[in-house]
């Protein structure tokens, strides 16, 4: 059955894609000669923005970073037999905590940024092991 940590993937998969819409926000409407967003060249594009636009990309960036360890470490707790509840609501936990993360990036909110990134990793490293026996 699809579970609600598998939701969680899900959700994960669509926060950079959200991210990637709020870098981009402040060029939509906009001729391209007036600095308006580049659809034929985003990445110079976007490489060029400033302040929370340029945050924002780096979120966009250090989310699709967190993926690959978050997907495996739901799928693995799973395959281990992990108590579904505490599966469920610890993903939920992570996926809260990195759009606060997100949040945080953007506002420009650095220190706290970090601290909630390692509380993050800290309950991915826990969802993976949450099958060992």
């Known amino acids: 059955r699809f579970t609600i940590a598998y939701w969680c993937i899900l959700i994960m998969a669509l926060l950079p894609i959200v991210c990637?819409?709020?870098a981009k926000k402040a060029g939509f409407g906009k001729p391209r000669r007036d600095g308006g967003y580049d659809n034929?060249?985003?990445r110079p594009w976007l490489d060029k923005q400033?302040?929370?636009?340029a945050r924002a990309n780096a979120a966009?960036?250090?989310t699709f970073?967190?993926?690959p360890f978050f997907f495996a470490a739901v799928i693995i707790a799973h395959e281990l037999?992990?108590?579904q509840l505490r599966l469920d609501l610890l993903a939920v936990v992570f996926v809260v905590l990195r759009i606060i993360y997100v949040l945080?990036?953007?506002a420009?909110?650095?220190?706290?940024r970090s601290a909630v990134w390692t509380l993050a990793l800290i309950v991915n490293i826990t969802i993976l092991f949450l099958g060992f026996k």
């Open 60 to 62: 966009q960036a250090n």
């Open 108 to 112: 420009g909110m650095a220190k706290m």
């Open 40 to 42: 034929e060249d985003p």
């Open 20 to 22: 990637a819409g709020l």
């Open 50 to 53: 400033t302040g929370w636009a």
């Open 104 to 106: 945080m990036y953007i």
């Open 65 to 67: 970073e967190c993926l």
């Open 81 to 83: 037999g992990a108590l």
